[in-house]
């Protein structure tokens, strides 16, 4: 079972997903966020994705903390791209006996997720309300330039913070928070053809391309997995249901379009 909640941290929200043997596993869809995971004993950070994935292994429960767009670069103390399209233990970006202190704080939790909420309470900066004001206006529809004009920066330094916030320029993240929104609509029942013209796609073909590339399925697929009540930032993304994967070595990201 899947439970979320907005948390006391500015735009985030607090997690939990305790799957059975029986339950599909969720696709993952890119959202323009990254996570604190606990799982197990181990801590993890998921990186911002490019691409949906299915979480591997046995069903175990984790608990989570998705942070604002933008927010958590900051908290880890490393630039957003570095981990894109990754999940790597936490003991690979900060020092490992702060770490195992960490873990230890968790797993003798009686609410884990509170505990990985009061841990990013303790150490995370509120969003930015600059980043916080590019992400309103790219999920607004804004064109790139256009933002760019509005925030009164040039395009490359629009590009060069988007990369370290977000992992990915700004025409990226403005594709994924477009397809976030048309979901939103597809589930809530709005047709195919008025949710593409309502977010912003030239057609139902066009929507139906860019849900493809983002998460290998279907619109349709996709509307099939059942979602809880949404508690999602406020001018942030839809959530993920579980950010949980097979953590990687922390090394030379993939090379991925931005």
């Known amino acids: 079972m899947y439970e979320e909640r907005a948390s006391r941290l500015s735009g985030a929200v607090v997690w939990t997903n305790t799957p059975s043997a029986s339950s599909p596993a969720f696709p993952v869809l890119p959202d323009g966020c990254m996570d604190l995971l606990y799982s197990e004993g181990r801590l993890l950070v998921a990186g911002p994705d490019t691409r949906a994935h299915i979480p591997d292994g046995p069903p175990v429960p984790w608990w989570g903390i998705r942070f604002f767009p933008g ?14 399209d990754r999940r790597v233990e936490l003991a690979d970006l900060w020092p490992a006996t702060e770490v195992r202190r960490l873990t230890d704080r968790i797993t003798t939790a009686i609410r884990p997720a509170t505990a990985l909420e009061s841990l990013a309470l303790e150490r995370a900066a509120p969003p930015d309300p600059e980043l916080r004001r590019l992400v309103a206006v790219l999920a607004a529809g804004r064109a790139v330039a256009a933002t760019a004009d509005e925030l009164g920066i040039g395009a490359r330094q ?13 025409k990226m993240l403005a594709r994924i928070l477009r397809m976030q929104r048309a979901l939103g609509l597809a589930r809530g029942g709005t047709p195919f053809a008025d ?18 590339e983002f998460t290998g ?33 922390l090394g030379d990201p993939p090379d991925r379009a931005h």
């Open 71 to 84: 927010a958590a670069p900051p908290f880890l103390g490393l630039p957003a791209h570095e981990l894109r």
């Open 158 to 170: 629009l590009h060069r913070r988007s990369l370290a916030a977000f992992g990915y320029g700004p």
């Open 195 to 212: 949710t593409a013209a309502r977010t912003g796609y030239a057609d139902q073909a066009h929507l139906a391309r860019e849900v493809r």
């Open 217 to 249: 399925s279907t619109l349709g697929d996709l509307l099939l997995y059942r979602r809880p009540p949404v508690a999602s930032p406020q001018t942030g993304p839809a959530p993920a249901e579980h950010r949980a994967r097979s953590a990687e070595p």
